[in-house]
């Protein structure tokens, strides 16, 4: 991917990718209904392009078997104000029926819903291919960046992909903010923000969200290095195993692709090595920490 190091930015002109969590079985649970968060995510599109004209915002939707583009702020640009909602109204239909799309093809695929996570890693890849488009475009272009709004678990069998994307907006200098609207905390996303240099929020009451989303997420990029912005007072660096796709808490690792296993192999599923020293199981030894 192109470093970020040979473009030159524009100091308070933004591009925000913004992934929404669709999954219809966390929303038919949550304390917010998605009407009113949708809502609240279009106040927060408005109020960064209003910080300046220049701002771009597209907006991507991460469903449980699919993700796609739903809003792309460029698109309207030409028609002024009346061009910015004709294509919220677009955007709004077309979430709706993404949603009900991928229901369809969730309950096709015979996903079970309390087991049933976002594709996230889908999602972020869409936002980088996305941002490298922009590099692409020119030598002047806005300081980018990801901001994922989840709601659903981690899907462990999506760690691999999940890393390969925080690891290429590393590479690309792109920091991905992540804001929590579920119960628990991501996982992913923590280290995805820690690894980024983005911000990692987990609102505490979700009727004010557009107001954490203004106050924490609209800022540029120049004007954060001003700011006292929250921090992540702790980060969960556990891995997946790539044999059941678990998060474990101790494991093998693989000394040629470090590929990662919850019990011991003789042979590495990934790259096809042979492990001639027989390790001891994990689940048998005693635990040190009492």
Known sequence: MTSAHSKLYSDDVSLVVVVVDTNPFFWATAALPFADFFANLVHFVNSILLLNHLNCVVVIAAGVSSCTYIFDSSDASPAGGAGVTATFDKASRKVEEFIAQDARATA???????????????????????????????????????????????????????????????????????????????????????????????????????????????????SRTFLRLPKTLG?????????????????????VCLSIFCKNQKKCSTCGSEFSRVMPDLNSMPDLSK
């Not at 820690?194 to 540029?220: C, H, R, S």
């Not at 969960?236 to 494991?251: E, L, N, Q, V």
């Open 235 to 255: 980060v969960d660096f556990r891995a997946s195993c790539f044999c059941h796709k678990k998060t474990i808490d101790m494991g093998y690792v693989c000394s």
């Open 108 to 222: 096709g695929n015979g996903v079970s819903p309390a087991n049933a996570a976002s594709l996230l890693s889908g999602a972020l890849s869409l936002a980088l291919c996305y941002i490298q488009r922009i590099f692409r475009s020119g030598t002047r272009h806005p300081q980018p960046r990801i901001l994922c709004l989840q709601g659903s678990p981690d899907g462990p069998e999506q760690y691999v992909a999940v890393m390969n994307s925080i690891f290429s907006a590393q590479r690309s200098m792109v920091p991905i903010d992540s804001c929590i609207v579920g119960t628990h905390d991501s996982a992913f996303l923590q280290q995805a923000s820690y690894i980024t240099g983005g911000v990692y929020l987990k609102p505490q009451e979700l009727n004010g969200l557009f107001q954490y989303l203004a106050a924490v997420f609209a800022t540029d990029l120049h």
